[in-house]
T-cell receptor, first 116, second 114 residues
Framework: AQTVTQSQPEMSVQEAETVTLSCTYD???????LFWYKQPPSRQMILVIR??????QNATENRFSVNFQKAAKSFSLKISDSQLGDTAMYFC?????????????FGPGTRLSVLP | EPEVTQTPSHQVTQMGQEVILRCVPI?????FYWYRQILGQKVEFLVS????????KSEIFDDQFSVERPDGSNFTLKIRSTKLEDSAMYFC????????????FGPGTRLLVL
């Protein structure tokens, strides 16, 4: 079974600074997908960024980028130029590769506070 | 931009009562999911649904739970006899067919069992 670990229950960062959230996972699969979801106080789950395991290039999405280390099974999220609106719970998630219809396995989350 | 919707946004019920949570997935999606999140905890998979049948379910999804797609647009989760520990946020998600992309989540239904 797959497991996802986020070792930082809470983090804070000053506005405009950079912060990195950690995620490690355990799987015997060779091909899979990794995701970061953001959950603001409204509790809506919002996709931040997605990485396909067979791609060596790290995904980027505007101010968000990942450091994907497949051998180490590590998938960290870097937020540059942090904004107050980035304050949220961040969940790392794993999905097995399949044709379709696979469920997510989520980590326990990291609560990020961006301070003015 | 199309989105997944869920109703109601909040529901309060008495222990032992039946509840039905409703979801309208994105119209061209054919894979549907329910997840739950107990307050302060991680999001947990409940069940996936495709072609009018359950394709996978977790150990949480016991006989008290059922899902159906009654009319081709709604996707419902029924809890037959609610327990206190069913209090949680319930998220519906849908996924398009063709290229495995990602799941699009609804805003959630906050269920409180008293």
């Amino acid at each position: 079974a797959q497991t996802v670990t986020q070792s930082q229950p809470e983090m804070s960062v000053q506005e405009a600074e950079t912060v990195t959230l950690s995620c490690t996972y355990d799987t015997s699969e060779s091909n899979y997908y990794l995701f970061w979801y953001k959950q603001p106080p409204s509790r809506q789950m919002i996709l931040v960024i997605r990485q396909e395991a067979y791609k060596q290039q790290n995904a980027t999405e505007n101010r968000f980028s990942v450091n994907f280390q497949k051998a180490a099974k590590s998938f960290s999220l870097k937020i540059s130029d942090s904004q107050l609106g980035d304050t949220a719970m961040y969940f790392c998630a794993f999905m097995k590769h399949s044709t379709y219809g696979q469920n997510f396995v989520f980590g326990p989350g990291t609560r990020l506070s961006v301070l003015p | 931009e199309p989105e997944v919707t869920q109703t109601p946004s909040h529901q309060v019920t008495q222990m032992g009562q039946e509840v039905i949570l409703r979801c309208v997935p994105i119209s061209n999606h054919l894979y549907f999911y329910w997840y739950r999140q107990i307050l302060g905890q991680k999001v947990e998979f409940l069940v996936s649904f495709y072609n009018n049948e359950i394709s996978e379910k977790s150990e949480i999804f016991d006989d008290q739970f059922s899902v159906e797609r009654p009319d081709g647009s709604n996707f419902t989760l029924k809890i037959r006899s609610t327990k206190l520990e069913d209090s949680a946020m319930y998220f519906c998600a849908s996924e398009p067919v063709g290229v495995q992309e990602t799941q699009y989540f609804g805003p959630g239904t906050r269920l409180l069992v008293l």
